[in-house]
């Protein structure tokens, strides 16, 4: 198993001992992300919003390519906490980022991404499957697919993210968000 996977597993692992019953609302943690995740710039939050509104747009973006999938499902994850947590993204309305924040639950519930996941173990396991399907393992990055944070396991995860389906709340959550942010004003300039 490469090296990427077994921190994963630990991480997912380590992540998901720590879950339990929720009281009252979860808080949304904005998970990090290397520099350039979403282009040559270490600014991921443009390359995020740009790419989640590009790939959730119809399924044919993302279709036979489950790391470009993967890659959608980690910029909801981090836009969900990252545009609530930043003062830069005041201009996008709060009904905007609640929109976000309900996709980010759908979105989870398509893939069978555990609910209650702390979004850095699932950014972290998804980074994880993307760099070992570019290094031509597909068998070590589908090890990063299992439970308890895929609750589908391994195969019929890969195969959701081969082939992810239109969600329409996606569809249209990212591309309110990116109107705004590059909207005047809306501090994407």
């Not at 990252?82 to 639950?105: A, C, H, M, Y």
């Amino acid at each position: 198993m490469h090296r990427s996977a077994a921190l994963v597993l630990v991480s997912v692992v380590a992540g998901c001992t720590q879950l339990g019953p929720m009281s009252g609302p979860p808080r949304i943690a904005t998970p990090s992300l290397p520099p350039m995740v979403y282009g040559v710039y270490l600014d991921n939050d443009l390359g995020a919003i740009n790419f989640a509104a590009w790939a959730f747009a119809t399924p044919a973006n993302t279709r036979g390519n489950p790391a470009e999938a993967a890659r959608a499902i980690i910029a909801v994850e981090y836009l969900a906490g990252e545009l609530v947590d930043n003062p830069r993204w005041v201009g996008i309305d709060s009904n905007t980022k609640f929109r976000l924040r309900q996709t980010r639950d759908a979105v989870r519930q398509v893939v069978g991404i555990r609910e209650d996941a702390p979004p850095q173990v699932v950014v972290d396991a998804l980074l994880a499957f993307i760099s070992d399907l570019a290094s031509g393992n597909p068998a070590t990055a589908s090890a990063v697919l299992t439970a308890p944070l895929f609750s589908r396991g391994p195969q019929p995860t890969f195969e959701t993210l081969a082939n992810l389906p239109y969600i329409e709340q996606a569809n249209l959550a990212t591309a309110r968000v990116e109107a705004q942010a590059l909207s005047p004003g809306g501090r994407g300039e």
